[in-house]
């Protein structure tokens, strides 16, 4: 099979190679691998200098069709179409037990600390595959990052109807699904982005930064939003505080527009304000999101072939970029 792999860090090290045709171990399933997000993590792994095994094959967003199953599979069959909850667990430490397994206590994510799906094939355990019903293929490989990630978030904060929610970085990868899924939940939602097409996505309001105050006060009648979904990490975070009302959230789970925050304190206690951290979500959000997946649409921008996989990286710090980017083994 062909598969992109690299065996040092850079993106100028990926190249195709053709490696064995993985064989599914008792409890595996071998996966035509239909099509893959590229997403942030992907370029890190490749240009960072902590993936395992190596030479390595990345590719964290994973959706296909059931090639073969291991002996003692049930639930699933040849010709399924499933995507990849992208977490080693071991299902039984204390984070499993309360349905955390992203924080498995013995866990990583997969395409880090195994390989990846940017290949024809993978194989994965049985419980690392969910089902999806008949959607098309780049919605299907948005579901295990770009929208599992945001619509954890939403959960943790506890979006439903009638609150709103503003969405920094409305138009990126995680971005889509957080104006879509908070919508969807019943809340009013703020699209922080340059790019109009966020109205067909759901959003109330759609707003550059420097009218996001105005605009905020405009969707609440001046009350502010309850919660802000700050998926370009520090930036505007600052900024966001202002946009809540009291005991109003920030969530972040990505650090792309910067790290490290310098905040007041009194700023947040003041007005009982919570800064929350999230990464990836749970298996049965992932489930609930393959359930929901027919409501949902993703903004495509480029699909890739294997061998322009480089390309295909480098387009995520595009700054033409105009939606998602995929790759099609
Ligand atoms: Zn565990």
């Given at each position: ?153 939403l959960?943790?904060t506890g979006v439903s109807p009638g609150k709103a929610v503003a969405v920094?970085?409305a ?7 957080a104006v879509q899924l908070a919508k969807l939940m019943g809340a009013t939602v703020v699209a922080l ?5 966020l109205k067909?996505f759901g959003a109330d309001y759609v707003s550059?930064?420097?009218?996001a105050k105005g605009q905020v006060e405009k969707a609440t009648d001046g009350l502010g939003v309850d919660v802000v979904v ?13 946009w809540l009302k009291?005991?109003g959230k ?80």
């Open positions: 099979m062909k598969a992109l792999q690299f065996d040092s860090p850079g993106l100028d090290k990926l190249r195709v190679v053709d490696l064995p045709k993985p064989k599914p171990e008792a409890h595996e399933v071998l996966l035509r691998v239909e099509m893959a997000g590229v997403n942030p993590v992907d370029y890190s792994v490749v240009t960072g200098n902590f993936a395992k095994p190596m030479p390595h094959v990345p590719g964290a967003e994973v959706a296909g069709t059931v090639e073969e199953v291991g002996q003692h599979v049930r639930s699933l069959k040849p010709g399924d179409k499933v995507v990849l909850y992208n977490r080693v667990f071991d299902g039984n430490c204390d984070m499993c037990a309360s349905g955390m397994e992203m924080e498995c206590r013995n866990g990583g994510i997969m395409s880090i600390v195994t390989n990846g799906g940017f290949a024809e094939y993978m194989v994965a355990p049985e419980w690392n595959l969910i089902k999806v019903p008949e959607v098309g293929w780049d919605v299907a490989a948005s579901l295990p990052v770009a929208a599992l990630t945001s619509y954890h978030a959960k943790v920094i970085g138009s990126g990868n995680t971005g889509i699904f982005s340059s790019k109009s097409w067909e550059n930064y420097s009218g700050a998926t370009l990490g520090a930036a505007h975070v600052n900024e966001a505080m202002s009291a005991g920030v969530v972040t789970f990505g650090a792309i527009g910067g790290d490290e925050l310098k905040l007041s304190l009194s700023a947040l206690y003041g007005r009982h304000l919570s800064l929350v951290g999230t990464t990836g979500g749970t298996r049965a959000e992932l489930m609930e999101l393959a359930r929901l997946s027919p409501r949902l649409k993703v903004k495509t921008w480029k699909i890739y072939p294997l061998a322009e996989g480089a390309t295909a990286l480098s387009a995520l710090r595009s700054s033409e970029r105009d939606g998602r980017i995929f790759i099609e083994p």
